[in-house]
């Protein structure tokens, strides 16, 4: 889904929400779960109002991490979902300080600055992608402000990661464009037939 208007401007109507800090840690030996505020907190004030983000990195395999972001991540089951067959998490190595938390995998590393957000994947000290700024947010797209939020009904959460000059992007599916999709717009949605849902 396209939410911006050109390079700088967001789609009338919609808002971007990305995190500004690392507020809290915790730490377990499989799972690494980050409290990310979109806006600065400043004071315990400041706690009371505004969308927080949870980012929960694991990994279900040597050499994989994974990094699932919500935002009000309730025990309602909003389905249809389907179990994935994972292996059982193995451990992490973390390195964490004030500036930054470093969560690594085998060779693979993600390291996260706290005060102003950003991530870095890497492998064996080489950068692979990076997101900063505005790169991971929350994404309402009916924004009227805080009084007139809906929840969760008009709301995407987005990611992007950076290439380096010469990266080739492959794949996305059956696609008759060029085979290389780097400069395409690649729309992308799931359709479940076998429950005659869309």
């Known amino acids: 889904m396209k939410f911006g208007n050109g390079c700088w401007l967001q789609k009338e109507g919609y808002e971007c929400f990305p995190p500004q800090q690392i507020y809290f840690t915790k730490i377990e030996p499989k799972k690494v779960t980050l409290c990310a505020p979109t806006s600065r907190i400043f004071h315990r004030g400041d706690t009371l109002g505004g ?3 949870t980012l929960e990195i694991t990994s279900p395999m040597p050499e994989v991490l994974r990094v699932k972001t919500y935002h009000h991540l309730g025990i309602r089951k909003t389905g249809p979902d389907f179990e994935l067959e994972t292996q059982e998490n193995v451990e992490l190595e973390i390195e964490d300080s004030d500036e ?16 102003n957000f950003s991530m870095e994947y890497a492998r064996d000290g080489e950068m692979i992608s990076k997101c ?21 009904k008009d709301a995407y959460m987005r ?16 696609r008759f464009t060029p085979f290389v999709k780097n400069g395409q717009t690649v729309d992308i949605w799931n359709e479940d037939g076998g429950t005659s849902t869309y």
């Open 51 to 53: 969308i927080n983000l």
């Open 159 to 174: 990611q992007q990661l950076s290439l380096s000059v010469g990266e080739l992007v492959y794949g996305m599916g059956e």
């Open 132 to 152: 900063n700024g505005r790169d991971l947010a929350f994404m309402k797209t009916d924004w009227k402000g805080y009084a007139y939020d809906k929840g969760s």
């Open 100 to 115: 930054k938390i470093c969560i690594k995998s085998g060779s693979l590393s993600l390291t996260i600055t706290k005060e």
